[in-house]
């Protein structure tokens, strides 16, 4: 059972909806449905994006649920980055992939900027040949703030990234310590004017609200050191201990059901004093956990698109991806995965072919994150009228004050979008809405 956020304490699971159906749905053995939708030529004018992902970190983050590796060597990197360029090269074979260019591309992990300038620009040399980058809108890259010199940052403008997103976390060196990060305050400030000086079009810091030891003085702290630095975007997480981090770990060892993190109420009320400070700086809110600077400059593309239907190609151990309706995951044993690329064949790990009903909630519960959902754009691409599809479970949400339905728009209340991973489980088909974990 995953964590419920509308109870008080912080106890362990995710809360987080980054998909539908859930993960736990998805099953081994579906080689042939992945198969056919690469074979497919799949629909007309739907983004393709490539995600990338580096499963390499200095340190491992105590809130971590990541299969992440610290101690690989330069060569065992090298290889496993070959190994996702053999990857690519292989997809980009198939008739769903041929012809079609990025629309966006994204550099996650782990840590991408724990590889080195050489190796980055090795590596994106090889997928720029493979699927050429000259029409993607966005070159995502997400940043440890201790890995960025000047040199690196240098090499990341240099390969065509647009947005960094520097994983800040929070600014007090102790909390920084105690939750297990490998950087410090010192660091976050270097690299942050570093990348300003590189003038990329969007610098994003990530917080977290709830680390280990936080406190109400701390978090206010972390609110104007936010200001101060005035990024183009803010995205802010609500602190969860999944199954898999040492803190989970931890409290299995001492019998503690509380995490030792605050309450989801304490969060949620630091999350939106954070909004408000930002938004009386003249930020607007765009989703549950982002804020920006210039709506109208400052997008991301990646989110919008694959919570909009966009076909990803993931690449790397335990990536994730979406062809032609069809969900799969890879493997997610690095030596395992390796083993299967260099012997030529698809790393898959598990799978779901998805219903066109399934891809149209999908878009809707993802659609909510961002505070809004207009019901003509449901009624156009999937001819269903959510407003009386959804007609139950929104008058409910209503009651309870989370959101309103104005003309054919849906529109959370800050409370609503402060909590709105807890919200949607309603809005799941009923063979799905046992499982939380998503
Ligand atoms: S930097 Fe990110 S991926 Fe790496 S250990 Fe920390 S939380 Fe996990």
């Not at 999350?271 to 997008?299: C, H, M, N, Q, W």
Request: with cysteine; net charge negative; charged share 30%.
């Amino acid at each position: 059972m995953a964590t419920d956020t509308k109870t008080k304490a912080t106890t362990a699971g995710n809360y987080f909806i980054s998909n539908y159906p859930p993960f736990s749905f998805w099953e081994e053995g579906h080689r042939e449905e992945v198969r056919e939708a690469y074979d497919s030529k799949g629909p007309d004018g739907v983004p393709l994006g490539v995600y990338h992902h580096t499963p390499f970190c200095r340190k491992r983050c105590h809130f971590c649920y990541f299969r992440v590796y610290t101690d690989k060597s330069a060569d065992e990197i090298k290889e496993y980055l070959d190994c996702t360029m053999r990857e690519l090269e292989a997809l980009a074979k198939n008739p769903l992939v041929e012809g079609r260019k990025p629309n966006f591309v994204y550099f996650g992990g782990g840590t991408p900027s724990y590889l080195s300038a050489k190796q980055l620009t090795a590596l994106t040399d090889r997928m720029k040949a493979v699927l050429p980058w000259d029409e993607a809108e966005e070159v995502a890259f997400e940043c440890e703030p201790g890995t960025l010199n000047a040199g690196k940052l240098a090499a990341i403008k240099e390969i065509g990234v647009t947005r960094v997103s520097l994983g800040i976390e929070n600014f007090d060196d102790r909390i920084l310590e105690i939750n297990g990060r490998a950087h410090r305050t010192k660091e976050v400030y270097r690299a942050y004017e570093r990348a300003k000086a590189e003038e990329f079009e969007q610098i994003n810091i990530d917080l977290i609200a709830g680390m280990i030891e936080e406190t109400e003085e701390n978090w206010q702290r972390n609110i104007e050191k936010t200001l101060e630095l005035d990024p183009d975007s803010v995205t802010i997480y609500q602190m969860e201990i999944p199954y898999n981090t040492t803190i989970y770990k931890e409290m299995k060892d001492t019998g503690a059901l509380i995490a030792p993190v605050a309450d989801w109420a304490t969060k949620r009320r630091w999350v939106k004093e954070a909004f408000a400070a930002l938004e009386s700086a003249g930020y607007t809110i765009s989703s549950g956990y982002t804020a920006v600077k210039d709506p109208e400059r400052t997008k991301f593309i990646y989110r919008d698109a694959l919570w909009s239907g966009a076909d990803l190609l993931g690449l790397g151990v335990a990536s994730f991806s979406h062809v032609a309706g069809v969900h799969y995951q890879n493997l997610t044993e690095i030596d395992e995965y390796m083993k299967v690329v260099q012997e030529g064949g698809m790393p898959l790990k598990r799978s779901l072919k998805t219903t066109e009903e399934e891809r149209m909630i999908r878009e809707f519960i993802l659609k909510m994150k961002l505070g809004h959902v207009e019901a003509g754009y449901f009624s156009e691409k999937f001819g269903v009228n959510i407003l009386e599809k959804f007609a139950g479970p929104l008058g409910h949400l209503q009651e309870e004050g989370f959101l309103e339905v104005k003309g054919g728009t849906i529109l959370l209340d800050r409370d609503g979008l402060l909590c709105v991973d807890n919200l949607l489980h309603e809005f799941f088909l009923p063979q799905h809405q046992g499982d939380r974990i998503v």
